[in-house]
Protein backbone atom coordinates (compact mmCIF):
# COMPACT_ATOMS: atom_id res chain seq x y z
CA UNK A 1 0.00 0.00 0.00
CA UNK A 2 1.33 3.46 -1.17
CA UNK A 3 -0.29 6.59 0.44
CA UNK A 4 0.02 9.59 -1.64
CA UNK A 5 -0.61 13.39 -0.35
CA UNK A 6 -0.69 16.26 -2.66
CA UNK A 7 0.29 19.95 -1.65
CA UNK A 8 1.48 23.19 -3.43
CA UNK A 9 -2.04 24.24 -4.97
CA UNK A 10 -3.65 27.57 -5.08
CA UNK A 11 -4.33 31.10 -6.68
CA UNK A 12 -1.97 32.17 -9.23
CA UNK A 13 -2.01 34.50 -11.94
CA UNK A 14 -1.67 33.61 -15.20
CA UNK A 15 2.41 33.62 -15.94
CA UNK A 16 3.25 33.05 -12.42
CA UNK A 17 4.76 29.64 -11.27
CA UNK A 18 3.62 27.10 -8.43
CA UNK A 19 5.37 24.43 -7.34
CA UNK A 20 3.40 20.85 -6.44
CA UNK A 21 4.21 18.40 -3.48
CA UNK A 22 3.65 15.20 -3.41
CA UNK A 23 4.64 12.86 -0.53
CA UNK A 24 4.59 9.54 -0.50
CA UNK A 25 4.35 7.05 2.19
CA UNK A 26 3.92 3.02 3.03
CA UNK A 27 6.35 0.88 0.63
CA UNK A 28 9.90 2.19 -1.19
CA UNK A 29 9.53 4.53 -3.25
CA UNK A 30 12.13 4.08 -5.53
CA UNK A 31 10.11 0.94 -6.60
CA UNK A 32 7.51 2.98 -8.29
CA UNK A 33 7.20 4.98 -11.71
CA UNK A 34 5.14 8.24 -10.82
CA UNK A 35 3.07 10.75 -12.94
CA UNK A 36 0.95 13.56 -12.63
CA UNK A 37 -2.65 13.96 -13.66
CA UNK A 38 -5.24 16.17 -13.97
CA UNK A 39 -9.08 16.95 -13.80
CA UNK A 40 -11.44 20.01 -14.88
CA UNK A 41 -15.11 19.69 -14.22
CA UNK A 42 -16.92 17.45 -17.19
CA UNK A 43 -14.21 16.32 -18.70
CA UNK A 44 -12.27 12.89 -18.27
CA UNK A 45 -9.14 13.21 -15.97
CA UNK A 46 -5.68 14.35 -18.09
CA UNK A 47 -1.71 13.12 -18.56
CA UNK A 48 0.23 15.46 -17.55
CA UNK A 49 3.81 14.05 -16.71
CA UNK A 50 5.50 11.24 -15.70
CA UNK A 51 8.89 10.00 -14.22
CA UNK A 52 10.29 6.52 -13.83
CA UNK A 53 11.60 5.10 -11.08
CA UNK A 54 15.17 6.96 -10.75
CA UNK A 55 14.10 10.10 -12.32
CA UNK A 56 16.66 10.00 -15.32
CA UNK A 57 13.52 9.64 -17.41
CA UNK A 58 10.47 11.89 -17.91
CA UNK A 59 7.65 12.77 -20.17
CA UNK A 60 5.27 15.22 -20.49
CA UNK A 61 2.06 16.12 -22.42
CA UNK A 62 2.12 18.29 -25.72
CA UNK A 63 0.17 21.12 -23.48
CA UNK A 64 3.02 21.59 -20.54
CA UNK A 65 5.90 20.60 -22.54
CA UNK A 66 8.78 23.22 -21.59
CA UNK A 67 6.78 24.61 -19.30
CA UNK A 68 6.37 21.95 -16.45
CA UNK A 69 9.05 20.14 -14.96
CA UNK A 70 8.37 16.35 -13.20
CA UNK A 71 11.16 15.41 -10.50
CA UNK A 72 11.69 13.27 -7.58
CA UNK A 73 14.32 12.64 -4.83
CA UNK A 74 13.76 9.29 -3.45
CA UNK A 75 15.46 10.03 -0.61
CA UNK A 76 12.84 12.33 0.55
CA UNK A 77 10.10 10.28 -0.60
CA UNK A 78 8.81 12.90 -2.76
CA UNK A 79 7.26 13.61 -6.18
CA UNK A 80 7.23 17.34 -7.78
CA UNK A 81 5.81 19.42 -10.62
CA UNK A 82 7.11 22.50 -11.27
CA UNK A 83 5.04 24.68 -13.12
CA UNK A 84 5.67 28.00 -14.94
CA UNK A 85 4.28 30.44 -16.96
CA UNK A 86 1.49 29.35 -16.05
CA UNK A 87 -2.28 29.44 -18.41
CA UNK A 88 -5.61 29.72 -17.06
CA UNK A 89 -6.33 26.49 -19.22
CA UNK A 90 -3.67 24.82 -16.51
CA UNK A 91 -6.83 25.28 -14.31
CA UNK A 92 -7.82 21.88 -12.85
CA UNK A 93 -7.14 19.79 -10.03
CA UNK A 94 -3.83 17.55 -10.26
CA UNK A 95 -3.28 14.61 -9.00
CA UNK A 96 -0.31 12.40 -8.11
CA UNK A 97 -0.53 8.28 -8.89
CA UNK A 98 2.39 5.89 -8.63
CA UNK A 99 3.07 3.09 -10.74
CA UNK A 100 3.60 -0.77 -10.11
CA UNK A 101 6.74 -0.84 -12.25
CA UNK A 102 9.54 0.98 -12.92
CA UNK A 103 9.10 2.35 -16.09
CA UNK A 104 7.02 5.62 -16.77
CA UNK A 105 3.48 5.62 -18.43
CA UNK A 106 1.30 8.12 -19.81
CA UNK A 107 -1.63 6.05 -19.41
CA UNK A 108 -4.43 6.57 -16.71
CA UNK A 109 -5.10 2.86 -16.15
CA UNK A 110 -1.51 1.83 -15.68
CA UNK A 111 -1.26 3.52 -12.31
CA UNK A 112 -2.63 1.89 -9.21
CA UNK A 113 -1.92 4.54 -6.33
CA UNK A 114 -3.78 7.94 -6.23
CA UNK A 115 -3.98 10.84 -4.31
CA UNK A 116 -6.88 13.06 -3.32
CA UNK A 117 -5.74 15.92 -5.71
CA UNK A 118 -4.70 19.62 -5.10
CA UNK A 119 -6.44 22.66 -6.70
CA UNK A 120 -4.32 24.33 -9.53
CA UNK A 121 -6.60 27.94 -9.89
CA UNK A 122 -4.98 29.91 -13.05
CA UNK A 123 -6.95 33.49 -13.31
CA UNK A 124 -6.19 35.79 -16.82
Known amino acids: QVQLVESGGGLMQAGGSLRLSCAAS????????MGWFRQTPGKEREFVATINWSGSSTGYADSVKGRFTISRDNAKNTLYLQMNTLKPEDTAVYYC?????????????????WGQGTQVTVSS
Open 26 to 33: GRTFSNYA
Open 97 to 113: AARRQFGMSTTEGEYYY
